[in-house]
């Protein structure tokens, strides 16, 4: 293979992404350069029409495309490419850099920050970018609660927002806060987003181009079908390099790999192990197989609940035991998982945080350690007065079988195989369980209409928004609204390490604030992390020359703290990127930083998280 490093326009001075992205540092942007073949592609017949274009293949709706509301991943993953943020973080080593802000400091009682937001930063309908559009889109967060829908967790402890002038934002804070150089909330246009009534019900969705400042504008959607982009000439990072970038929904997997072997999509994410081996194997396809920076896990209902204090959902009162949490939790075998249904390509679970962020990471030790023990587990519920009548079956208070329901997303074939182990554990243990697939669970989820369901978060090296969604604040005002809440934990020891760990700026105590909070939430039985996925994807080197993982060595490239991979992504063929793979590859891509990319200095170590769902479906 002849391998060869695109050169990329030198960006004018950094900024930084959102999920677990990075890129720009000292040495420039790293890319792998893979060959371009002549095919009857996608990429080949755009080429004819004068243009090429990167088509991502999807299994997630879209939520909405109003920042406001949105929280799935593949929503805020096209959010990171239409908005800008005030910091970035580094796609090499995940420091915090310049985005909107190019420069920022706090008072000395850490509770007045200034940031200096760049004058080189345009809409895309040609109106300048300003201080006055960051007041604008915090404010309007802190003073409506339907505005506060995806993001109030960072805004929930500002005072005050000013702009004094175009270039200066001030934000007062009640108390000290820790991630003010990880505020990953996309900034608006004042101009456009004022001109909104209900915030609560507007989608963003009614006129195209939609107005951003990133390095992407939204050009057309249609629902369940697909979202088209096209390049922001007028970026100041450097406009990308395809001409348009499409985001293309496959409810089936295989289907969407088909379409990649056709090459009638450019790239193809959350890849099942059997997928992954078949296209390791496949002329002019790179698979991507890396550390990933989710985790997958069980989730109970604890009893859906409002700010209000009424109860609304019909999770089985059952769940509501902890010996019976215990007993299902001692029963899963997360190495026959990984083994099995990962097949290897991923890590056993056990703390909330995945290992790739080894300072926040912690597991459970000893005592407290819940091993796969079906015996104990038996042990457990025949203890709690939960005995097996004639027919074997676990009875419960009511003196009804104990039966249990568990969402399952429909395009995550790890759902359907993981729930076929659990029906045959928990069946051994005299316990039911129907595994519900549906193209969307987010309906039932938000009524609180599930006993368990399968749960899954990405993460940043800064977890504190993953860390506040199980916060007592994040549920819904009243049973007809919608919170920030994943599965209705409300737990006043978790909220009171979570506001410690807020505040804290040293990064050891922080640091072990944040491994007390995943003990407590381990502790409470809630939720059950199975295990750490890798990310499987794959892409074809005749359309995509090279592209950016994040992190830089063995990084993801779906799904990132930012738009390094399709910003930087190189159509095969062209001037800047063009080399010679005569095969498949069969291993991940490892993405450097070459030559003149990016310069950035500066910047503190604070990041942050987003969510899953279908194989994303709730993030």
């Known amino acids: ?39 009857t592609t996608a990429a080949a017949e755009d080429d004819k029409s004068g243009g090429t274009t990167l088509t991502v293949a999807v299994s997630q709706s879209i939520d909405s495309l109003s920042p406001f509301l949105a929280q799935k991943l593949t929503s805020t993953s096209i959010h990171r490419l239409a908005y800008e943020y005030l910091t970035n973080y580094d796609a090499k080593d995940a420091r915090t850099v310049p985005a909107f802000a190019t420069e920022w400091s706090a008072s000395a ?68 806060q ?119 896990a069980l989730a109970t209902n604890p009893g859906a609940r409002a700010k209000d204090g009424k109860t609304f959902g019909n999770g089985h009162p059952a769940l509501l035991d902890p010996a019976v949490r215990r007993a299902l939790f001692l029963s899963v075998d997360r190495a026959t998982l990984v083994d099995k249904v990962f097949q290897g390509h991923a890590v056993e679970g056990e703390g909330y945080i995945p290992p790739r962020f080894g300072s926040y990471y912690w597991k459970p030790e000893g005592a407290q350690k819940r091993s796969y023990d079906p015996a104990a587990a038996a042990k457990a519920l025949d203890a709690a007065g939960y005995r097996r009548n004639g027919d ?59 006993d368990l369901a399968f749960d899954g978060w990405s993460v940043n090296p800064d977890p504190d928004y993953v860390l506040s969604i199980h916060t007592c604040g994040t549920l819904p005002a009243t049973p007809k609204d919608t ?18 760990q807020a505040v804290e700026y040293d990064t050891a105590k922080r640091a072990d604030l944040v491994k007390r909070m995943q003990s407590r939430l381990y502790d409470t039985g809630y939720m059950n992390i199975m295990a750490y996925p890798n990310a499987l994807e794959a892409y074809r080197t005749d359309q995509i020359a090279s592209i950016t993982t994040m992190p830089e060595a063995a990084g993801n490239l ?5 738009y390094w991979s399709w910003w930087s992504a190189v159509p095969a063929g062209s001037a800047s990127g063009s080399g010679g793979d005569s095969g498949s590859s069969s291993t991940g891509i490892a993405i450097g930083i070459g030559a003149a990319v990016v310069v950035v200095a500066g910047g503190l170590l604070l990041l942050r998280t987003r969510r899953r769902a279908t194989a994303d479906d709730r993030e």
């Open 558 to 562: 779906w799904g990132q703290d930012g």
């Open 178 to 296: 820790a991630t003010m150089t990880a505020l990953d909330v996309p900034i608006v246009p004042k101009h456009v987003w004022e001109k909104v009534g209900d915030f609560s019900k507007f989608n963003n969705d009614r006129q195209f181009p939609i107005v951003g400042n990133g390095p992407f504008v939204i050009t057309d959607f249609k629902v369940d079908q697909y979202i088209k982009l096209k390049p922001n000439k007028t970026f100041w990072r450097g406009a990308p390099k395809f001409d348009e970038l499409v985001f293309k929904y496959y409810k089936d997997g295989d289907a969407a790999v088909a379409a990649l072997q056709k090459g009638e999509v450019s790239f193809v994410p959350n890849l099942t192990p059997a997928q992954a081996a078949a296209l390791k194997t496949q002329k002019n396809v790179r698979v991507n197989d890396a550390p990933g920076r989710r985790f997958y």
């Open 483 to 500: 919170g920030a809440t994943d599965n209705f934990i409300c737990d006043k020891e978790f909220d009171t390490l979570y506001a410690r």
């Open 109 to 176: 009682d850490k509770l007045t920050w200034t940031y200096t937001i760049r004058e080189d930063s345009t809409w895309s309908d040609g109106k300048p970018a300003t201080a006055e559009d960051a007041a604008w889109t915090f404010n309007k967060m802190m003073t409506d609660p339907n505005a506060a829908t995806a993001n109030g967790s960072f805004t929930a402890n500002f005072a005050e927002v000013t702009a004094p002038d175009a270039k200066t934002l001030v934000i007062r804070l009640k108390k000290p």
């Open 1 to 39: 293979m002849v391998t060869k490093v695109p050169s990329s326009p030198l960006p004018r001075r950094g900024r930084r992404p959102r999920r677990t992205a990075r890129l720009l540092l000292a040495a420039g942007l790293g890319t792998a350069s893979l060959a371009a073949l002549p095919a």
């Open 392 to 450: 074997g079956k676990r009875l419960g208070k009511d003196g009804r079988p104990l039966a249990f329901r568990i969402l399952c997303h429909a395009t995550d074939p790890n759902d359907k195989a993981v729930g076929k182990y659990l029906q045959e554990w928990w069946g051994a243990l005299g316990i039911g369980l129907t595994v519900e697939c549906l193209d969307s669970v987010s309906d039932p989820w938000v009524k609180g209409d599930y």
